[in-house]
């Protein structure tokens, strides 16, 4: 199977359409990614501010949240997505901003972005954003 939406596949599974919105903050799946008192997320670093600022409203989604939900892992891991992305056709993507290859918590958020996108597959496409050589660069997961 190629590319299915995500109401594609809540339709072949039997499942109702989650309403993400609608999940009380500290709930077990919602991350804690309270906006500040000024309505902003509250970013953890500033890689992940100018990709919400730059690049995030050149990709004309639906729907555009930062640090949604937690998913939890086989091995008792945790993984945060950075941004997820949601389009008016029902498309899911599921992005984590990554400022460098080679700083170690940045090579352990990657580890956790693959399995994540292997053990969640079907809740989308999964992608690091790097800004590299004045660019951002998106590179997919578990094509």
Do not use: C
């Not at 500290?26 to 501010?49: I, L, W």
């Amino acid at each position: 199977m190629d590319e299915m939406t995500l109401d594609a596949y809540r339709r072949l599974v039997g499942l109702e359409p989650l309403d993400l919105s609608e999940m009380p903050y500290g709930s077990d799946t919602e991350a804690k990614a309270e906006p500040d008192s000024m309505g902003e997320p509250r970013f953890k670093s500033n890689t992940e501010r100018r990709a919400w600022y730059e690049w995030v409203p050149m990709q004309d989604a639906a729907i555009a949240k930062y640090e949604p939900v937690v998913f939890h892992l086989v091995g008792r891991h945790n993984y945060t997505p950075d941004i997820q992305l949601v389009f008016s056709d029902g498309r899911m993507w599921w992005i984590d901003v990554k400022g460098s290859w080679k700083a170690k918590n940045q090579r352990a958020g990657l580890i956790k972005l693959k399995q994540a996108s292997e053990e969640y597959r079907y809740m989308g496409r999964w992608f690091a954003l790097f800004w590299r050589d004045h660019e951002w660069v998106l590179k997919e997961y578990n094509k």
